[in-house]
């Protein structure tokens, strides 16, 4: 059942081939079996499981159930959930039960999908190798000597493993694409504004945004739609329709303009990434694509105004943390002050410290104008790029996600900016608030590669469009890491 | 551009963070090294480009000033590390 598409499953669950409980109950075991050496999930809420499963059984067999009803689905730990340990990788946050719902959480409940638990990630979302978890890396089901990505590593490695049909994920600089990548999955970074933050733990609140990872695109379309709209509790959502994701799949892609940046194909990737990424471009110009390439001069720029803003963001966005009204707090502080700082000294890891300090000093006066405000000019460059080439006929753009395949564990960890690299692809279009995917484009060495396409501001159909039309054409996507298929 | 460890100290009391005194120099080492790399942001002529905050052209929308929420103290409170007759409590503030 783990290898069923969600189309699959909802036909299944309609045919009374198995039920939502049974459904659910199969992924529970598989998680039991599996997840000790991969450490996917932080919290497992069995209980709430089957209660929502039976609740979709009930639906389902009155004739109200939707496509999602009983489905069951991973949620990423840095969703608030009401009742429910929400601890974003952090000590910081290790008891904290959420007293309310984010509205993903509530839609997708409203969907009926079954949450069967919450995700391990890096702390805060703060990383590319789920390695600056409190609770553990979390294995690449590919090899487990090595990473699954970050930040959302655990949304990754349990869809991947086969231990959730389909999971929610979160990308401020690329934790959606780069992990998706180096798991041989589908995953979707949409609109800036198109999905609700509210509920979604801020890391640097004008890059975040919320969206899925699943084995395929018409997967992540069935649940992207489910997830997205306007939420009033969202200041930054945005007031607009949500496009019909699902319909337009099969539309063909002929005629289409991809534009492939210079820039982004210079020295970085390596050999066997840009063979795969060269097969991937002859698929989509025999499904009838014209490629051109563009320039996007200002992308080499995207790394250092990335650890300019988001720090800046974050270092204000964690000033919340206090050890007063929820959260860890030191033992015996004699004062406020001394409260304060042991219990952020003791609560957030090293790369939370680093990137508080950072914003801390970019912010800090003196150094304002020559960090923080020339990196939102910078921002502004490279959103500029796009729109003009978008403004020139450009219907997507094609870059590499990652420059190569998954790493072994420990091989970045004593140097932040070699591991800020790994994300030199998937910042831009964060900081130009555009949507972006990744998906998977064959393999090196046994291991998976993606490719990443890039659109145009609430261009999300017509990125799943390409994706499931070359996901028709080709079958990478479809194969299975050798210790979980069975 | 480069911080000492001095400065370390200065911006972690800034940002509320006590620091054991071992993790001070790897930390001046790693964000010299993250600044270095954002330095070369400072080369890039911006002289007409007004800043970006924010990727999407909205205005803060405003809603009616009425009350939409229910009282949920209690709940906000039971997650609180230390409450009492509903406030929540800090070390001594004033002697």
């Known amino acids: 059942m783990h290898k069923h598409s969600i189309a699959e499953l909802a036909a299944g669950l309609r045919g009374k081939k198995f039920s939502s409980r049974e459904l659910t109950q199969h992924f529970l075991k598989r998680i039991d079996a599996h997840d000790g050496a991969l450490n996917s999930y932080v919290t497992i809420t069995a209980e709430r499981a089957l209660k929502q499963a039976d609740a979709a059984d009930a639906e389902l067999a009155a004739g109200n159930a939707g496509l999602l009803t009983g489905i069951p689905i991973g949620q990423k730990d840095i969703f608030c959930t009401q009742g429910v340990r929400t601890a974003c990788g952090s000590k910081m946050l290790d008891t904290f039960i959420a007293p309310y719902d984010a509205t993903i959480v509530e839609k997708l409940d409203a969907a009926g999908m079954v949450m069967l638990g919450k995700l391990n990630m890096d702390e805060f979302a703060m990383g590319s190798s789920n390695e600056t978890s409190f609770y553990g890396p979390v294995c690449n089901p590919w090899d487990k000597t090595r990473v699954p990505g970050g930040s959302s590593g655990g949304s990754v490695a349990c869809v991947a493993a086969g231990l959730a049909p389909v999971a929610t994920a979160t990308d401020t600089g690329g934790s959606i694409r780069q992990p998706a990548a180096l798991t041989n999955l589908t995953g979707i970074k949409p609109t800036y504004g198109r999905v609700s933050r509210y509920g979604m733990i801020a890391f640097a609140s004008s890059l975040d945004q919320a969206g899925v990872v699943a084995r395929s695109a018409e997967d992540a379309a069935h649940v992207l739609q489910a997830m997205s709209g306007f939420d009033a509790k969202d200041s930054t959502s945005v007031e607009r329709p949500v496009d019909d994701l699902v319909t337009g799949l099969n539309t063909s892609i002929r005629g289409l303009t991809i534009g492939l940046p210079k820039e982004y194909f210079a020295d970085g990737m390596s050999a066997g990434v840009r063979e795969r990424i060269e097969q991937a471009i002859a698929t989509l110009t025999k499904l009838g694509a014209n490629f051109k390439e563009i320039s996007l001069p200002n992308s080499p720029l995207s790394v250092p105004t990335y650890y300019v803003v988001a720090p800046a963001e974050a270092s204000s966005n964690l000033a919340r943390f206090d050890g007063v009204r929820y959260g860890h707090r030191a033992e015996g502080a004699k004062s406020l002050e001394e409260l304060y700082k042991r219990s952020r000294g003791e609560g957030f890891g090293a790369e939370v410290q680093r990137r508080i300090m950072i914003g801390t000093y970019v912010l800090s006066h003196g150094y304002y104008d020559a960090y923080y405000l020339q990196a939102q000019k910078v921002r502004r460059l490279i959103y500029d790029d796009f729109k003009r080439a978008f403004a020139d006929g450009i219907d997507l753009v094609l870059s590499p996600t990652a420059t190569d395949v998954a790493f072994k564990f420990g091989h970045n960890s004593d140097d932040p900016v070699a591991m800020y690299l790994n994300d030199i692809y998937t910042i831009a279009a964060n900081l130009a608030g555009i949507p972006a995917m990744s998906l998977p484009c064959g393999f090196v060495d046994g291991l998976p590669t993606g490719f990443q396409l890039m659109g145009n501001f609430f261009a999300e159909a017509r990125m799943l469009n390409v994706a499931h039309q070359y996901q028709q054409a080709t079958d990478f996507h479809t194969k299975w890491p050798t210790e979980y298929a069975s | ?95």
Request: aromatic share 4%; glycine share 2%; hydrophobic share 35%.
């Open chain 2, 1 to 95: 551009m480069s911080l000492s460890p001095e400065q370390i100290r200065q911006v972690a009391q800034l940002a509320r963070l006590q620091l054991n005194p071992e993790q001070v120099e790897p930390y001046a080492r790693q964000l010299s090294n993250i600044l270095e790399m954002v330095d070369r942001l400072s080369s890039v002529d911006t002289a007409n480009v007004s800043p970006m905050a924010h990727p999407l052209d909205m205005v803060q929308r405003l809603r009616p000033d009425t009350i939409s929420e229910t009282d949920r103290r209690d709940d906000y409170q039971a997650i609180a590390p230390e409450t009492q007759d509903g406030l929540y409590l800090v070390p001594k503030v004033i002697e």
